[in-house]
T-cell receptor
Framework: EPEVTQTPSHQVTQMGQEVILRCVPI?????FYWYRQILGQKVEFLVS????????KSEIFDDQFSVERPDGSNFTLKIRSTKLEDSAMYFC?????????????????FGQGTRLTVV | QKEVEQNSGPLSVPEGAIASLNCTYS??????FFWYRQYSGKSPELIMS????GDKEDGRFTAQLNKASQYVSLLIRDSQPSDSATYLC??????????FGKGTRLSVIA
């Protein structure tokens, strides 16, 4: 069964360092997302990406964050200068389409996550 | 501000019983409603989706939606210890991103 894959599973970085989290969405999916979950808290939306551009972003997704689809398969999240409060699980997700025409197309499938620890 | 509210639990049920999980949402234009299961330290796993009022059954799971009351629920019949997890309610409207509730922790006691 197709799945979203993320690497690495765990990343430890020093405060102020740059990190890149990688994702391979499901191959026929067109919408890609990054969510994060701070330990013990809810899953929060960061950014959505469609047709090679950001379609929506949250207040969390400030200038420290960027996303890229460098080739036909990978989707990356870069955090330029990590802060202690960036420590969280970061989940990549993909959906076949948006759900505006057919709600079922909005079903989003999540990767296994990258646990980012900033020390 | 779009909100999705869930009772955090824990909800404890004996093995074989029905577990009932509830969720309310604030955005009236919401169209799509999802239940995800999340085991500790793992990612959300989609288990049910519902788009129109009424009930939708899939195996031991039944999702119920009432848009007038802005209420969605998940019933798990014949609960098993392996169902012990946090259940996340998520909602969106068309192309908007998913808004998640905090989740309800379910504990099925053998």
């Amino acid at each position: 069964e197709p799945e979203v894959t993320q690497t690495p599973s765990h990343q430890v970085t020093q405060m102020g360092q740059e990190v890149i989290l990688r994702c391979v969405p499901i191959s026929n999916h067109l919408y890609f997302y990054w969510y994060r979950q701070i330990l013990g808290q809810k899953v929060e939306f960061l950014v959505s990406f469609y047709n090679n551009e950001i379609s929506e972003k949250s207040e969390i997704f400030d200038d420290q964050f960027s996303v890229e689809r460098p080739d036909g398969s990978n989707f990356t999240l870069k955090i330029r200068s990590t802060k202690l409060e960036d420590s969280a699980m970061y989940f990549c997700a993909s959906s076949e389409r948006g759900g505006d025409l057919i709600p079922r197309d909005a079903e989003a499938f999540f990767g296994q996550g990258t646990r980012l620890t900033v020390v | 501000q779009k909100e999705v509210e869930q009772n955090s639990g824990p909800l404890s049920v004996p093995e074989g019983a029905i577990a009932s999980l509830n969720c309310t949402y604030s955005d009236r234009v919401s169209q799509s409603f999802f239940w995800y299961r999340q085991y500790s330290g793992k990612s959300p796993e989609l288990i049910m989706s519902i788009y129109s009022n009424g009930d939708k059954e899939d195996g031991r799971f039944t999702a119920q939606l009432n848009k007038a009351s802005q209420y969605v629920s998940l019933l798990i019949r014949d609960s098993q210890p392996s169902d012990s997890a946090t259940y996340l309610c998520a909602v969106n409207a068309g192309n908007t991103p998913l808004v998640f509730g905090k989740g309800t922790r379910l504990s099925v006691i053998a």
